[in-house]
């Protein structure tokens, strides 16, 4: 009986002490996103059993098994894109290969601009530059003097056009020429810059680092530094920079340590948020609301057509105000990392756009005025690297670079022509104007009869295809040959600067329609119909088969 009753009394404690860790464990599941994004060790196990596949030249052609008429279409068609290549482009292809053996990153984004197993084949064929020599106005002039309409965006640093940069870095300079790189002692114009970044955060401190990546790594340090507690909450999908903890799953070799991957947007994240005592803070990245939950959209994973964007301001405003509630609830940190979207939106960034007030906010890009550069502004209590109570217990936090008087001169430069009645006119009916660009290429892709549209938040696109199809990445090929420059991550990320005239996105519209065309006139997209998860279904069977 005794006996009886300390085994209930022990099965009792160990299922008290057991339910809620089970339970809390169990809303930590029912939070993450269903897709592989949204489970970042089980991304990584899959990323790494997933086998190599390179297609030969039969199967390049008809991976979607097309009927023999299409694919002999394809073949010259491709012929004739890799003979333009070579003509037109041969100086920048030839110095780019030659650099590729020296220069890693080369290797790396030549070998990821397509979905893997066209990639060899791709590679071997058609070569493509990445050198220029000069830019002006919305154009990059590659080393054969061909002229190219930019919509790369310089990963997002050029928000104003380039000779703005170029003034600014002019201008920079000049303003710190009598100090030159001194490092360590401040320029005055450091100050100057603080008071203005602490105008436009509307937050109390500032520090300043090298890229977005180290902004971001100081954030969610000091947040865990104030709050004691572990954990960072990143929202699935967004990128934070390549640093371990913003960057779980594939491309960090370490499993994931102290990081919850949640889904953006959703009621079960912020029962998370509102239930564990371990969440220092959480990153908002707002490019996320373009496409939430869904990482960056580079062609290289552009196997069908299911692409799609859904950018809704209203919604995405009240998921920020909810998160806003739940961080203030719960002392959590809530951090925007504004490295990408800060001036773009809003002279005020994000905070501004959508009107929800965060703890801390990191820029980059292009508040460098063209420099490398990444600030953190902050309320107080969570810009402080010391505890006066106890002098050892630090925040470390250093860096050679930070402050570098030219850098500061381009950001002051850069604030300062913020402020102009000149840049003020182009936020000025900001969304309305790219949004009516946007309806302007749809329309004109829908009235041409292609399979293409674009999903818009502000100044940054994205391509999306309208009927399932295996060949959607050669579209970049095409938009290049028709001289519309892309980044290497291909048709899922345009990026205009704000100084686009009518004009200019004309020549947007006619090139990308006319690129369409010749790529529609190519078969590409005249593979047998099937679904997106058709598609999928087979590749995946390919892939594990290793055929090819
Ligand atoms: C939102 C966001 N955070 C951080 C970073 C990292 O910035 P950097 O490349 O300057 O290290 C990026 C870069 O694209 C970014 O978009």
Redesign the pocket.
């Given at each position: 009986m005794n006996e009886t009753f300390v085994l209930s009394a022990v099965a009792f404690a160990v299922l008290a002490l057991t339910l809620p860790l089970a339970r809390r464990r169990l809303q930590l599941s029912q939070a993450k996103h269903r897709s592989l994004a949204g489970h970042s060790r089980m991304a990584k196990r899959v990323a790494s059993l997933l086998p190599g596949l390179s297609y030969d030249e039969q199967r390049f052609f008809d991976a979607d098994g097309a009927a023999a008429g299409t694919v002999a279409r394809r073949r010259a068609g491709f012929e004739q894109l890799c003979a333009l290549y070579r003509t037109r482009y041969p100086r920048s292809a030839a110095m780019t290969a030659e650099a590729a053996q020296g220069l890693s990153d080369l290797q790396f984004t030549g070998a990821y601009r397509v979905p893997f197993p066209f990639s060899a084949y791709l590679r071997q064929h058609l070569k493509t530059g990445s050198f220029v020599q000069a830019a002006s106005g919305v154009t990059l002039t590659d080393l054969d003097g061909n002229t190219f309409i930019d919509l790369t965006g310089s990963?997002?640093v050029n928000v104003f056009g380039m000779d703005f940069y170029r003034q600014t870095i002019a201008e920079g300079s000049a303003m710190v020429q009598s100090l030159g790189p001194v490092l360590g002692s401040l320029h005055p114009v450091v100050a100057s810059n603080v008071q203005r970044l602490r105008q436009i955060s509307g937050l109390d401190e500032v520090s300043f680092h090298m890229?977005?990546?180290?902004?971001?790594m100081q954030a969610v340090r000091l947040a865990r530094y104030h709050t004691r507690r572990t954990h960072l909450v990143r929202l699935c999908g967004?990128?934070?920079?390549?640093w371990e903890d913003v960057q779980p799953g594939p491309g960090n070799p370490l499993m994931p340590r102290q990081t919850y991957t949640l889904e953006e947007m959703d009621a079960d994240t912020l029962k998370v948020l509102r239930t564990r005592k371990d969440i220092a803070c959480v990153l908002v990245?707002p490019?996320q609301a373009l496409h939430p939950n869904k990482p960056a959209p580079g062609d290289s994973s552009l196997v069908d057509s299911s692409r799609r964007t859904s950018f809704d301001r209203e919604r995405y405003t009240a998921w920020l105000e909810a998160l806003r509630q739940v961080c203030t609830e719960r002392g959590i940190v809530l951090i925007f990392?504004?490295?990408?979207?800060g001036f773009r939106l809003a002279p005020g960034g994000a905070q501004q756009y959508f009107g929800v007030k965060a703890d801390m906010v990191?820029y980059?890009?292009t508040l460098g005025g063209g420099l490398?550069v990444?600030v953190v502004c902050g309320r107080k209590d969570l810009m402080k690297r010391f505890r006066e109570e106890r002098p050892a217990d630090i925040c470390f936090a250093r860096g050679t670079f930070n402050a570098h008087p030219y850098v500061m001169g381009a950001m002051s430069a850069f604030l300062d022509r913020l402020d102009s009645a000149e840049v003020h006119a182009l936020y000025d009916g900001l969304d309305a104007r790219w949004d009516a660009r946007a309806a302007q290429l749809n329309s004109a892709l829908q009235s041409a009869g292609l399979p293409v549209q674009v999903g818009h938040m502000s100044t940054v696109w994205t391509v999306t295809y309208t009927q399932p199809a295996r060949y959607n990445w050669m579209l970049q090929f095409y938009l290049r040959a028709h001289g519309l420059a892309l980044s290497w991550v291909g048709s899922g990320r345009l990026i205009f600067s704000l100084n686009f005239t009518d004009a200019d996105f004309a020549q947007v519209v006619e090139r990308f329609v006319a690129a369409g065309q010749q790529m529609q006139a190519d078969g590409w997209w005249d593979g047998p119909v099937q679904t997106d998860r058709a598609i999928r279904r087979s590749l995946m069977r390919e892939v594990f088969m290793r055929r090819g």
């Open positions: 990963y997002g890229s977005g990546t180290e902004a971001v967004a990128y934070h920079g390549w990245n490019l990392d504004e490295v990408f979207m990191t980059g890009k490398p990444g």
